[in-house]
């Protein structure tokens, strides 16, 4: 399943696309690329509002900023666990949260580097609950779908196949 997909199923009311020269702008600012089922999400849709009983919300593409600048922004954003070696934050861009950033999902959209695409969880608070790495966008989705009324997702799809917690 695709994000505007999941989006739509769950609800959510679509903001207007974005156009591909303003994508690469932003691409080319920050020297990054998208995950192409990102992309393609911004491309047909500009963000979401707020949606379901846990507030999802995929960010307006407005708002998209590099991960060393939110945390900047809000310091109180703390790495969750296994996450303390984040290669690059400059590397990450957050894109959406649940119950107001508690978790916030980052991706990875430096090509060069060896976790492109990958999906990270971030919280705000002392006692994060969610663990990753999330090894692409696309297998981000796909739990998403699965658990999206837990808000807490699995480290990766393999744990479903091998009996770990999903939650």
């Known amino acids: 399943m695709k994000l505007i997909e999941f989006a739509i ?5 679509l903001l207007s696309p974005v156009d591909e020269s303003s994508i690469a702008a932003f691409e080319n600012r920050h020297e990054l690329r998208l995950p192409e089922s990102l992309r393609d999400f911004y491309i047909n849709a500009g963000g979401t509002e707020e949606f379901t009983d846990w507030l999802w919300r995929i960010w307006p593409f407005s708002e998209l900023t590099t991960l ?13 666990d296994g996450h303390f070696k984040c290669p690059d934050l400059k590397d990450y861009i957050p894109f959406m949260d649940a119950l107001i950033e508690a978790p916030l999902y980052a991706v990875c959209a430096n090509e060069k580097n060896s976790k492109f695409s990958e999906v990270i969880s971030l919280a705000g608070d002392s006692n994060p609950f969610l663990a990753g790495p999330i090894v692409t ?6 739990i998403l779908e699965q658990h999206w009324e837990d808000v807490i997702l699995p480290n990766s799809i393999s744990e479903q196949t091998s009996g770990g917690n999903v939650g």
């Open 9 to 13: 199923e769950k609800g959510a009311e």
């Open 68 to 80: 060393d600048k939110r945390i900047k922004k809000e310091p109180n954003i703390e790495y969750l």
């Open 137 to 142: 966008f696309d297998e981000f989705v796909l």
